[in-house]
């Protein structure tokens, strides 16, 4: 069976995993990401708040998780609904001369053109407690 180019799973992909300068693993594009632009369309990932205290009840390495990978908003944590459901999106590094942005969807737009190859990263504190 042959596929359009729309419904191949690239379509709309503009990022790609790899090792970051700034921390671990990073999101880099893996073509040129114009400004303005919805980096992770087609992500719907659902996002589930947790309360901390609950949290502080597991283990290091759980602890150690939640607060690598998720939003802090108050006495909640937000992640994705399974941590094996992680996105790229959750793989975005922060930075304080961001070159994307978060909105109040939690959807990454970028703020300037994006080369080939350049790491997308984000500043958490403009929507994550923890980083303000």
Same mark, same amino acid.
Request: with cysteine; net charge positive; charged share 25%.
């Given at each position: 069976?042959?596929?359009?180019? $729309?419904?191949?799973?690239?379509?709309?992909?503009?990022?790609?995993? $790899?090792?970051?300068?700034?921390?671990?693993? #990073?999101?880099?594009?893996?073509?040129?990401?114009?400004?303005?632009?919805?980096?992770?369309? #087609? &992500?719907?990932?659902?996002?589930?708040?947790?309360?901390?205290?609950?949290?502080?009840?597991?283990?290091? %390495?759980?602890?150690?998780?939640?607060? &690598?990978?998720?939003?802090?908003?108050? &006495?909640?944590? #937000?992640?994705? &609904?399974?941590?094996?459901?992680?996105?790229?999106?959750?793989?975005?590094?922060?930075?304080?001369?961001?070159?994307?942005?978060?909105?109040?969807?939690?959807?990454?737009?970028?703020?300037?053109?994006?080369?080939?190859? %350049? %790491?997308?990263?984000?500043?958490?504190? $403009?929507?994550?407690?923890?980083?303000?």
């Amino acid at each position: 069976m042959s596929h359009s180019l $729309a419904k191949l799973p690239h379509s709309n992909v503009y990022t790609r995993l $790899a090792p970051s300068k700034i921390n671990g693993i #990073g999101v880099f594009a893996i073509k040129d990401i114009p400004k303005g632009k919805d980096v992770f369309v #087609g &992500d719907n990932s659902k996002i589930v708040w947790i309360d901390k205290k609950d949290i502080r009840k597991q283990s290091p %390495e759980i602890q150690k998780m939640y607060n &690598d990978f998720c939003i802090v908003k108050g &006495d909640k944590y #937000g992640c994705p &609904d399974n941590f094996n459901n992680l996105t790229v999106g959750w793989y975005l590094n922060n930075s304080q001369k961001p070159n994307v942005r978060c909105n109040k969807n939690y959807d990454f737009i970028t703020l300037r053109l994006i080369k080939k190859g %350049e %790491e997308l990263a984000v500043d958490y504190s $403009a929507y994550s407690d923890d980083y303000k």
